[in-house]
């Protein structure tokens, strides 16, 4: 970047929307990532899509890398400018274009956050059903980026299952639409569902539809704990078989007391692992059926208890305590390798006896938790009281991701990419694959000027 550009920057989004000192560029440096650090050059905020064409015709005339960034929440550096250049932050184009309850359709801004179109949403008697937990903070764009699941995922699926239309500009500066306001599309859905998780290596969003649902009248959630946390996914298993559960999510017990003491409140229970399942419905009757066969077998499989939530005053506590353990560990255990990996069901007991093993090798504490509903764990290690330093070591990744691999799992399933798993990602994944990868980011980015060092770019 130089002085010049910078003038055409300007000129294109305004002086009140191009941030150029230090100290305005530092908050645009960082993400959720620990210890991950990388100033831009130059933060637009455009608002609007000529704008954005705008700046993407400067960035290949004078090659300069762009990265997109929504809320700044992810955990793998995603939205980070490696090479430095302009960040487009979407603070400006975060609006609600259109909520159109005929057709159960909201269009959006790419800055919009989720948790705001949750709210929206709701007034109109629909449901959007995709609840990452940094949800009040984290944007639909952003979202949309990382292929963001949550923990709703086992009943309603990703965002990836949601998105119905989408318009963006590519690499080399080029608008395309696809979708619009439907639900079924053999036209033209295929460069959609490419976006998804595609780290904003390819487009930027200008805007994007999504499918809402009917919001289910009635939910309950019962939770119970397990001295033993191998018998957690036995039950787990087994409770999926009685219907569709919205939720099954596994805490362990040092994930417990992190948020007991994060949260400065007695959490019952909190000394043992936990298993927490939601079922919704139209029916009452329907729920609390399924809730009594889930506890029995919670019961027959060793738990200490089961405790049932069907009020919302209940439930919101408890979802309380379940968003707060990303933060509660962040605060309380210091540094923190925090993997999102994800096998399948069957195997969530052999990637917890590895963890273990890595835990007693290294003399690291383990946290787990996460979706066990979908096999996607989230293994946490951080240094031990007795250890004057952390160092983040490759082998442990490399330990942890290789025994994912053996059983059939990935290195992420909702965090994405990013900076620390590129090595790992490339790594691990097929090398047919990876090829192609790298033919279509080639035909949509052809300066890579579009968040170059992320994927396999």
Avoid at 89 to 112: H, L, T, Y
Wanted: aromatic share 8%; with cysteine.
């Amino acid at each position: 970047m130089n002085e010049k550009t910078i003038k055409k920057l300007q000129s294109i989004v305004g002086k009140s929307s191009l941030l150029t000192e230090k100290e305005e560029l530092h908050p645009y440096s960082t993400d959720e990532t620990p210890d991950v650090f990388f100033m831009p050059e130059a933060v637009v905020k455009p608002e609007n899509r000529f704008q954005i064409i705008d700046i993407l015709k400067l960035a290949n005339a004078y090659k300069f890398p762009v990265t997109a960034r929504g809320g700044g929440t992810g955990l793998t550096g995603g939205s980070l400018p490696v090479s430095g250049g302009v960040v487009i932050s979407f603070e400006k184009m975060d609006s609600i274009i259109d909520i159109d309850n005929k057709n159960r359709m909201a269009v959006v801004e790419p800055g919009c956050k989720n948790s705001t179109l949750q709210e929206s949403l709701k007034k109109e008697g629909l449901f959007y059903p995709v609840n990452p937990a940094s949800m009040d903070s984290c944007t639909l764009g952003g979202n949309v980026a990382e292929a963001s699941g949550g923990a709703n995922t086992v009943k309603y699926g990703t965002t990836r299952n949601y998105i119905s239309g989408i318009s963006a500009v590519s690499g080399n500066a080029e608008l395309w639409k696809a979708g619009g306001k439907i639900v079924k599309n053999a036209t033209d859905q295929i460069l959609m569902q490419l976006m998804c998780g595609s780290e904003g290596t390819l487009s930027v969003f200008t805007d994007i539809t999504f499918r809402a649902i009917k919001k289910p009248a009635e939910s309950i959630w019962i939770i119970a704990p397990f001295k033993d946390i191998f018998k957690i996914p036995l039950a787990a298993r087994k409770i999926m078989k009685i219907s569709d559960p919205t939720m099954v999510e596994l805490m362990d017990k040092n994930t417990m007391r992190y948020c007991e003491k994060y949260l400065d409140t007695k959490i019952q229970f909190s000394d043992f692992h936990q298993l927490l399942v939601r079922f919704d419905s139209d029916s009452k009757n329907l729920i609390e059926e399924y809730a009594v066969k889930a506890g029995d077998i919670c019961l027959e499989f060793g738990s200490q208890d089961v405790l049932s939530a069907d009020s919302a005053y209940q439930q919101k506590k408890i979802w309380k305590i379940r968003r707060s353990i990303h933060d509660a560990i962040a605060h309380l255990a210091g540094p923190v390798f925090e993997e999102d990996v994800v096998v399948p069901q069957s195997e969530v007991s052999e990637l917890i006896k590895k963890a273990y093993r890595i835990s007693d090798k290294y003399n690291m504490p383990v946290t787990l938790f996460g979706h066990l509903g979908d096999g996607n764990i989230h293994v946490n290690f951080s240094k031990s009281k007795n250890q004057k330093s952390f160092e983040k070591n490759p082998v442990i990744k490399e330990q942890l991701f290789d025994k994912v691999k053996e059983i059939g799992g990935k290195v992420s399933g909702e965090h994405g990419i990013g900076i620390t798993k590129k090595t790992f990602f490339a790594k691990t994944i097929d090398p047919g694959y990876l090829k192609l990868l790298k033919k279509v980011k080639k035909d949509f980015d052809p300066n890579n000027i579009l968040n170059p060092g992320k994927l396999a770019f």
